[in-house]
């Protein structure tokens, strides 16, 4: 059985963990174990953050990567939930598209960045559809378990009250018992959507990825790491934010 500890405690603990992680850090830089031309001391990251700031660019960064990711986010998760709905209600969709589906699951998003390049061009719609592939994916099987899970009871009990139309079980039945698999494949396509930032400006569309990869080219090593952090942080956000509204839409469940 699993220890349980009070939120303070998992909070306490969790800064501890922070303060051990970059506490060692910093004394393998300072020590030598890592070399700082490669490895930057967590003590340079605030002085080359402030740096960032000041030139405007950590700033821009952030408003570039925001706009494709939200749009990527937004096209990928209603695209693949609606379509992961479908299949799942309806059997014959869900035949035809096994086949398809099967083919291009595997397919990275990394690997769609040539075709982005070649139909898009070097720009924001490009970078969005390389998220919105990534995030599709994940909502899709999020919502096809979700939907293939509610259970068929609820399906008779609704065509027995006037529901049994198509779209009389969708709200009636599916979207609310399936709510809960719809939202876990939202919240994990965020992180998804994150991951996917920096390899869909990997070809130069403005953003956290390629001030990255600028950074990189001039070896310098504490701004790349600023940007990681800088992920993590809006990562961290618009997961609580996430987790806020899921508490608010699902505050009927016991």
């Not at 009990?157 to 809960?180: C, E, N, Q, T």
């Not at 494949?185 to 998804?192: A, E, V």
Request: aromatic share 12%.
């Amino acid at each position: 059985m699993r220890d349980k500890v009070s939120f303070s405690t998992k909070w306490a603990l969790g800064l501890t963990g922070l303060i051990v992680f970059f506490g060692g850090w910093e004394a393998a830089v300072r020590t030598g174990l890592l070399p700082s031309g490669m490895v930057p001391a967590p003590s340079s990251l605030g002085p080359a953050w402030l740096d960032e700031v000041r030139g405007g660019f950590w700033q821009q960064a952030i408003l570039d990567s925001l706009h494709h990711y939200l749009l990527g986010l937004l096209i990928g998760s209603v695209l693949g939930a609606g379509l992961g709905i479908l299949c799942g209600m309806v059997a014959v969709v869900d035949g035809l598209l096994e086949g398809i589906v099967r083919l291009l699951r595997p397919v990275p998003g990394l690997a769609w960045v040539p075709f982005a390049i070649l139909w898009f061009g070097l720009n924001t719609s490009g970078a969005t559809f390389v998220i919105a592939i990534s995030v599709f994916w994940i909502n899709f099987y999020a919502a096809h378990s979700a939907v293939r899970g509610v259970d068929p009871e609820l399906y008779e009990l609704a065509a027995a009250f006037g529901h049994g139309s198509f779209f009389g079980r969708l709200f009636k039945v599916v979207l609310p018992a399936a709510s809960p698999g719809l939202m876990s494949g939202l919240r994990t396509g965020l992180g998804q959507g994150w991951m996917s930032v920096v390899a869909a400006e990997l070809f130069g569309v403005p953003g956290i990825g390629a001030r990255m990869m600028q950074a990189s080219s001039l070896l310098a090593t504490d701004v790349v790491v600023v940007y990681m952090l800088t992920m993590a942080l809006l990562y961290a956000v618009t997961d609580f934010l996430f987790g806020f509204v899921r508490t608010r839409v699902l505050r009927w469940q016991p």
